[in-house]
């Protein structure tokens, strides 16, 4: 009875341990090729119906600034879906797991595709949805594992995972500022620390608007993915804002939450880089305030 009971309890302490694979769910794929690997990905997420948004081609970008040794590393941005607006709207962390990031990269000879675990967010704001929502974003990633496992050889676990005890986002208010204003001033301020915004999704464009930017920084992510290349999944950054009873919202992922969390697979180094990611961020937030 004792050795059962061991034998059960292992899997969580590793898990409680392991950060890595408590937040996310890697997939060895079976493909060996990169580009033919990242091409059945797209092929199976839109055959289970997830459409795919874009590509980030984030390797060959930081290859052309001159580091021709990164790994191949692409990551596959979708999964939108409708009534994702009034998801997002009750539950803003969300949009860290809707859309989508699939980061496909090369790791010892194989090719990977890893997705963020998403209980770890839905089950820190799942009492502010309904039972049809958090059902609604369970079915949206059983299609995505559905798609991945299809073109891979082994099937990861999937660990339940507890509300975090702390915020998963950052948030601050804006006062006496309309929302298209604000929405342009924070794109300048968040391209002027070089933030640069690939994107911004208009998830709702009527009131209440809510928006999302798509932030990169090659030189942090050519860091940060060489110590941890799941983080893709977080790719690119999602910097949030929304409307709600008359005042403007922003956040984005909690900076020192995941210091915290990763801090012992990072360097020193990139322990200082994820640091300065939160500082541009607060930087460019009191720009566009004009503070």
């Known amino acids: 009875m004792v050795r059962l009971l061991l034998l059960f309890l292992v899997p969580l302490f590793a898990f409680a341990f392991d950060t890595i694979r408590l937040m996310y769910i890697t997939y060895n794929l079976k493909e060996r090729d990169f580009k033919r690997g990242v091409e059945a990905v797209i092929r199976e997420m839109e055959g289970q119906g997830l459409k795919v948004l874009r590509t980030l081609t984030i390797s060959d970008a930081i290859r052309a600034r001159g580091n021709e040794n990164f790994r191949n590393y692409y990551v596959v941005f979708g999964c939108a879906f409708e009534g994702m ?14 859309p989508c990031s699939v980061a496909v990269y090369e790791d010892k000879g194989r090719i990977k595709a890893t997705v963020i675990n998403h209980q770890v967010f839905l089950t820190s704001y799942r009492d502010s949805l309904s039972l049809s929502q958090r059902r609604e974003i369970g079915e949206i990633y059983r299609k995505l594992h559905k798609a991945l496992a299809s073109i891979s050889t082994n099937k990861p676990t999937f660990p339940q995972v507890p509300p975090m005890k702390e915020s998963l986002v950052y948030e601050e208010k804006i006062e006496g500022m309309d929302f298209d204003t604000f929405k342009t001033l924070y794109k300048t301020a968040l391209d002027g620390v070089n933030m640069n915004i690939l994107d911004i999704i208009d998830v709702r464009q009527e009131y209440p608007k809510f ?4 932030a990169c920084n090659l030189s942090y992510g050519e860091a940060i993915l060489k110590d941890i290349p799941q983080f893709g ?3 690119p950054c999602r910097i949030y804002l929304y409307e709600s009873d008359g005042r403007l919202t922003t956040g984005y992922i909690n900076i020192p939450f995941l210091l915290k969390t990763y ?5 020193r180094e990139n322990a200082e880089i994820f640091k300065r990611a939160d500082q541009d961020i607060k930087q460019a937030l009191k720009e566009a305030k004009g503070e």
């Open 211 to 214: 928006s999302i930017f798509l």
């Open 233 to 235: 999944t977080l790719a």
């Open 85 to 98: 607006d009034q998801v997002l709207l009750k539950a803003p962390a969300l949009s860290n797991v809707v």
């Open 263 to 267: 801090g012992k697979h990072l360097s």
